[in-house]
T-cell receptor, first 114, second 112 residues
Framework: NAGVTQTPKFQVLKTGQSMTLQCAQD?????MYWYRQDPGMGLRLIYYSASEGTTDKGEVPNGYNVSRLNKREFSLRLESAAPSQTSVYFC?????????????FGPGTRLTVT | SQQGEEDPQALSIQEGENATMNCSYKTSINNLQWYRQNSGRGLVHLILIRSNEREKHSGRLRVTLDTSKKSSSLLITASRAADTASYFC????????????FGKGTKLTVNP
């Protein structure tokens, strides 16, 4: 039982390059989330998916796209990376209302855009 | 926008002392959760308190919730060096959106 896994762990991009961050969970959770974490800003929600086939914007969606490929996988794509997207990206998943949507986090992807 | 705001931003104590962190929020909530983040790692859920609860314990953790003041506190008793981490509060609002809104965190340093 691996929980939430993310790949890659580290990535360096040049401005304008594209990439996809991968996330998978093996807890049969319906909801999945992508956050970015910047110094002094805490966690900010980029996109989330309440169930397979649905996605919704969070607080900071500009410059990102997402795909909920199936119940397990939720990917985040940067089409044209910008230095402002340098951050640590976390994927998370949560189960049900009964657990108060307690979230389980992956280890993060550290992205630098030069 | 950030819902929860932790206070203080940073806290440094000696091993064995108690650490208290506070969280204030703005809207009505279903529950409030506390998470810990060790340096370079993802967040880990610590404890959840529902809006109809006033106090909850888990091991050395004690959480209180005052919905009239829209505030919560996390107390870590008899702190250890291993408690060194950032602590975040997160709220689930009453809208049932399945989203949590996180604060900016309190960085706790426990000196041996």
């Amino acid at each position: 039982n691996a929980g939430v896994t993310q790949t890659p762990k580290f990535q360096v991009l040049k401005t304008g390059q594209s990439m996809t961050l991968q996330c998978a969970q093996d807890m049969n959770h319906n909801s999945m989330y992508w956050y970015r974490q910047d110094p002094g800003m805490g966690l900010r929600l980029i996109y989330y998916s309440a169930s397979e086939g649905t996605t919704d914007k969070g607080e900071v969606p500009n410059g990102y796209n997402v795909s909920r490929l199936n119940k397990r996988e939720f990917s985040l794509r940067l089409e044209s990376a910008a230095p402002s997207q340098t951050s640590v990206y976390f994927c998370a998943s949560s189960g049900s209302r009964l657990t108060g949507y307690e979230q389980y986090f992956g280890p993060g992807t550290r992205l630098t855009v030069t | 926008s950030q819902q929860g705001e932790e206070d203080p931003q940073a806290l440094s104590i000696q091993e064995g002392e108690n650490a208290t962190m506070n969280c204030s929020y703005k809207t009505s909530i279903n529950n409030l959760q506390w998470y810990r983040q060790n340096s370079g790692r993802g967040l880990v859920h610590l404890i959840l308190i529902r809006s109809n609860e006033r106090e909850k314990h888990s091991g050395r953790l004690r959480v209180t919730l005052d919905t009239s003041k829209k505030s919560s506190s996390l107390l870590i008793t008899a702190s250890r060096a291993a408690d060194t981490a950032s602590y975040f509060c997160a709220t689930e609002d009453q809208g049932g959106s399945e989203k949590l809104v996180f604060g900016k965190g309190t960085k706790l340093t426990v000196n041996p």
